[in-house]
């Protein structure tokens, strides 16, 4: 399925405003409003907590211990990149520290998500720099075989195309396609149009079972209550 | 094992002095005073550290991906409750977010403990809910079959009956069953008593071989020393 | 490859100046000054983040669901060490908490790294004394099976002879046979030494690439790039 | 939850013709019948493949590493009986080899079921006694701590009382409580029953879709066809 | 990223002759002659040894615990083709059985490759019916939610579309793309051409070391033999 | 701890006969035999059940998804040895199949152990070459950096030095140190030799508990016995 050896220099991105756009909502409820598809594993965690960041996403492809890519996929970083290393098989080594991060940072990267190993994390995280990944590792890597930039990858279970939009934040990743991206926007804004509303009648007392008005299906469903 | 479909509203709770005052102790001291049993497996951790909580248990027991019967176990809940969730498979869905915090915290709970994944983990930290699940995951669920509330459940390994005590902490989770909850917590009042008198001469720089007296013990099961 | 029911007194420790030195590299640079070798596994993970230590190995060696030998090994310890702990089979039993940590403080030790589980970790934390562990777990152990103190021991699938050097820190744990420790001193401030101008470099926008001439080899290794 | 130190003599079995009856179905089978609940997980796999029966539990508690009651079962085991064996802890050893093998089937037992490892794996492939284990490990026990014997136990995340059968075959293990057994028998062998109709329309190229009359609620669900 | 609830009833199938070629290079042999890309996770595995397949790929994207989109599925395959079943979700639930799998096999299905758990292994084994998948589980599941059918899926951490070559046996499972699938056949038939001409040196005792020429390249490396 | 880039041509093999003997035993008596320990990690197991077999071995230290340093090996091995094959980091890459295999195989090694994965397992198992590993995987590998040959490595948890005895079955994998070697065999063959007679004993039904003597210690420990 993967193109080795290439770099992909011009994708189309989802537009800046919808990219952006996404991050206030949050990973949940932007894959609430996907239809609940979209996610990766949830063995991704972010390096520090409390990081939520949308942008789009600018892919590479990586062999296991291996990080040369990463330095080729810097070159491609615009402002407002989010980049996606997907390996092509499983590795927990760490393929990215300090100075790779203020590389990205420098050209505009918002944060990584790598199905693999970072390290550098105390650095990382004074240096704001967030970073989802699956597992954290001072294990170097070596230089020294091609993989490619701006390919679709499968990350961490997810299928990434570049320019696709990256929603992540402490609940996990999302990517939502460049072409639902605004749609996407939409669905989302609208469910939290009345979570408010939603969130005071749940704090004052009032039940799920009555303000969604479930107790009628539940009870077609056959549920019996027993005193 | 289990019924499915049916809610127990009456359970025998117990009293709340004695489930009140074990929290201070902490998992690991409760354990300890248990005689070493009784502990969900480790997988389970607090969405944020520092909680420290104990509580009488309701229980709900779901199937993967459905949470509608979380819907239906916020009715029981009582002040001082902690909701125990079982799920009849393996699942790291998020059953759990912010809505249906703010509506258990409503009803006077105490804590979620949940053998399944959860999410709005920062809304959750920012409202001082804790939550001890498997997972963190922005997966949401449906709302489709029956499960049943406040019968016995398995939950992360441990058994647990409708009115047991639970202890959460950093170190993990413990089930005191209600009959032993009273004598449960004067062992661990008598284990923590000479604690303070313990710390202090091991803090002076006397050693547990000479305060346990396992010197003799140990040279009789055959250690030797080599210079 | 165990010698059961021994413990050695006597053990060569790294000199103390090198020892400590080490630390402030990091785990990350020590492990690559070192040739990418000598890395517990990545599931090694500190209870609290920050901790960044150095420090001369004491070891021990346990048996599953038994820290009888933890007593044995707080004698052993001078102030500079950090004891590793081994266990002859899988284990996530919590086999340290705080008294024990108040005894190893006081003994002068540095840290626990310890291939299984701990406990008490907010205690610990408050007390600043760092555990590097595969699971904290309330679960107690008992006190019946002689294991050994100072004998080489794998933990986390590193070797470890006593007096090697322990470095430990936010992305995990390594360990520099005692031999080797001058050189990789040597060799870690080496590479450290150019890391600030490498650093400056890239935060005002210079590539890896360039900085590192890989355009070349990368071309050579038939690197291609598309419009 | 777990009382230690006990052996109950006397428990109440489920009637043999219906312990019996139940291996003929098989786990998935009776699991179905029992309105999907009941199953330990998934990593219980059987040490050979093609064993398929069920039996009356007595159970054993153990605790890590340590397989001394597994002697006390022993006298307590009847002809038709499964042994069912928890650990307090995660473990993996092996706590059943041969010699214990060559007991239980003298005493009458069909098969152990263990949280836990299990070795000589060859041998008793040979003697035709099955095991359901989490792990196969050489990694021996020893015989210093008492568990009990006829408690209810959780094994592998099934509650298991004393006298329900046990149904275990290459699906995996399942664990019918006695009061519900006939009635699970009941409904097992009424769902097998129509099983060969199916099974024989299904292989003659009738299509699920049409013997089981979904097309219209998937209509109904929303289900488009696109050419 | 998945379109929910849609079948897709024309998709552009490999070509018969080159689908069915590939079968005899086997997992491994394709997955070096595309490259070493393409490979499900190596936690895919077979029920049964000794199958080997390939085949064109039908694809289902299925929720948790629900298997209904399979019986959608079941009326797109044609003679030849493999089915892959990829899951929202984690999940180990057993969603395919002997009756499925008597309906695959009657609509000409040679595989099902199931990122999830699978039951009934004994008897797909007689019917010699294979399946690769992440779990084997006797868990039911229920039919209650639309996935769809013959969309782009994920599988085990691979991209496939549908029409794909899919090639499966003991080593793992690999996904072929239908526009490398003819090139890919080549390249696997040339791999394979001068295997037999090696294995017979390397049988008769030459080195790999002098076969390969890689003496030098290991001087050059810097390889040191010491006596 | 490791040396890189070096083959050490001579080294001290245990003698062939002790080394020779030690198979007959299996790795969990040899493991008694030893005081229980010397094993590698539970996961490492057989591609084929029913291998049996000692060696000597001779050691290989390998990088993530590089197995260049396997052809090295290849020329160190004599008749009688078995492989242990070590990783840098965490992998599970097929390192070796069958034309690897065949060229060990005529050199004389016995078998291999890996803790990384294997390919090719069904013409291995044709060959009748045993491979214990911790993973099987098509995914291939680079030959481009240098590891070490017969320097000790650490093999799934196990300390290995070339020379020592290496006792694998269906069980697990045994390390014995040969300085060691001798003595086991003797502890092994005395373990064995009245295993026959408690067989025998057993087998008529007497019990564990008396031909050991434990109901007097079980009694003493406090067990009681409830009608």
Known sequence: MYELGVVYRNIQRTDAATADALAAFGSATVHEAMGRVGLM?????????????????????????DNWMMHVVAEQIRPGDIVVAAITAECTD?????LLATSFQARGARALVIDAGCRDVK????????VWSKAISSKGTIKATLGSVN????????????????????DGVVCV???LAAKT???????????GAKRA???????????????????????????
């Open 41 to 65: 594993k949830p063995y991704m965690r972010p390096i520090y907590a409390g990081a939520q960041v949308s942008g789009t996403a600018v892919t590479v492809l990586l062999h296991p211990g």
């Open 94 to 98: 760490g393929y990215f520290g300090d």
């Open 123 to 130: 650095t990382l995280t004074e240096m704001k720099f967030p």
């Open 151 to 170: 390919i679709p990858v499968v990350c961490a279970g997810a299928y990434v195309t570049p320019g696709d939009v990256i929603v992540a934040d402490d």
């Open 177 to 179: 396609p460049r072409a």
């Open 185 to 195: 926007l939409e669905a989302a804004a609208a469910r939290e149009a009345n979570e």
């Open 201 to 227: 009648k749940l704090a004052s007392g009032v039940l799920g079972l009555d303000m969604y008005a479930m107790r009628e299906p539940l009870a077609k469903a056959g549920l019996r209550y027993v005193d």
